[in-house]
């Protein structure tokens, strides 16, 4: 699976829009990107998952470059309950046992 | 069915004792993980299941440790002679196997003090 890069903490305003970038600059063609977050003291919850497309779902939006190399997830209206700890990980299918392999993660404090 | 459980969520014991945890997955989720989570890291793949066969076990499951999945549906984690580097939050998961993006749902995991 691809290395990815995301800084180590952000901040952002309640109600405004938190965008959470990853570097995946080694992807190969048939790796999916994955966001998972992870609340104090809960396991990782999933997000969002695309492979080429921008996908949206009810929790947020991931946005992948045109070369794949990078991604960022969009949470539309942050509010304090998305203060957490969001993984961007780079998941093969052909990872026969579909682990995860979680790097340090983005810490986002949403303030009011 | 809510969801992944675990138990206990806190252990602590002193240094050379036998530790299990307990996981239950979602009910019709086949597959079941276990990773382990020290402060201010991500969380370690350690084993998977399918069904009640383990398949992969990560270089990080020393011997002292063992894990279990007898009927296909709760499982065991087994730590002997806990040693302070044990310390961890102990994370279960389970997925629907079969399709290379099925999700994996976490239980709250449990978290093990060796002191």
């Known amino acids: 699976d691809a290395k990815t890069t995301q800084p180590t903490s952000m901040d952002c305003a309640e109600g405004r829009a938190a965008n959470l970038p990853c570097n995946h600059s080694?992807?190969?063609?048939?790796?999916?990107v994955y966001w998972y977050r992870q609340i104090h003291s809960q396991g990782p919850q999933y997000i969002i998952h695309?492979?080429?497309n921008n996908e949206t779902n009810e929790m947020a939006s991931l946005i992948i470059t045109e070369d794949r190399k990078s991604s960022t997830l969009i949470l539309p209206h942050a509010t304090l309950r998305d203060t957490a700890v969001y993984y961007c990980?780079?998941?093969?299918?052909?990872?026969?046992?579909?682990?995860?392999?979680f790097g340090g993660g983005t810490r986002l404090m949403v303030k009011p | 069915d809510t969801g992944v459980s675990q138990d206990p969520r806190h252990k602590i014991t002193k240094r050379g004792q036998n530790v299990t945890f307990r996981c239950d997955p979602i009910?019709?989720?086949?597959?079941l993980y276990w990773y382990r989570q020290t402060l201010g890291q991500g969380p370690e793949f350690l084993t998977y299941?399918?069904?009640?066969?383990?398949?992969?076990k990560s270089r990080l499951l020393s011997d002292r440790f063992s894990a279990e999945r007898p009927k296909g549906s709760f499982s065991t984690l087994e730590v002997q002679r806990t040693e302070q580097g044990d310390s961890a939050m102990y994370l279960c998961?389970?997925?629907?196997?079969?399709?290379?993006?099925?999700?994996?749902?976490f239980g709250p995991g449990t978290r093990l003090t060796v002191l």
């Open positions: 009910s019709e989720h086949n597959r």
């Open positions: 998961a389970s997925s629907l196997g079969g399709v290379s993006y099925n999700e994996q749902f």
């Open positions: 299941f399918q069904n009640e066969a383990q398949l992969e």
């Open positions: 990980i780079v998941r093969s299918p052909y990872n026969a046992g579909n682990m995860l392999t």
């Open positions: 695309g492979l080429k």
């Open positions: 080694t992807i190969s063609g048939n790796e999916y």
